[in-house]
Structure formats: C-alpha cells, structure tokens
C-alpha cells in the first residue's frame, strides 16, 4: 500500500486515490463464486 502510495504520488501528485478491503464486486466481467 505504502509503495502504491508513493508511485501514484511521484507520477501525478495531484491524484484521488481510493484504497479500500473488498468483499464483493459486482458487474460485468466478474464472475461469481460457485
């Protein structure tokens, strides 16, 4: 997280970023859990 952190910064410090756990995704191209 920290080194994401940092390469986002170094390439565009003014950047919105969002890290978050994920439990579940939904949508196109994902598939379920059979």
Same mark, same amino acid.
């Given at each position: 997280?920290i080194?994401?952190?940092?390469l986002?910064r170094?390439? +565009?410090?003014?950047? $919105?970023v969002?890290?978050t +756990?994920?439990?579940e995704?939904?949508g196109?191209g $994902?598939?379920g859990?059979?």
């Amino acid at each position: 997280e920290i080194r994401l952190k940092k390469l986002v910064r170094e390439e +565009d410090p003014k950047a $919105f970023v969002i890290i978050t +756990d994920v439990h579940e995704v939904v949508g196109e191209g $994902f598939q379920g859990i059979e």
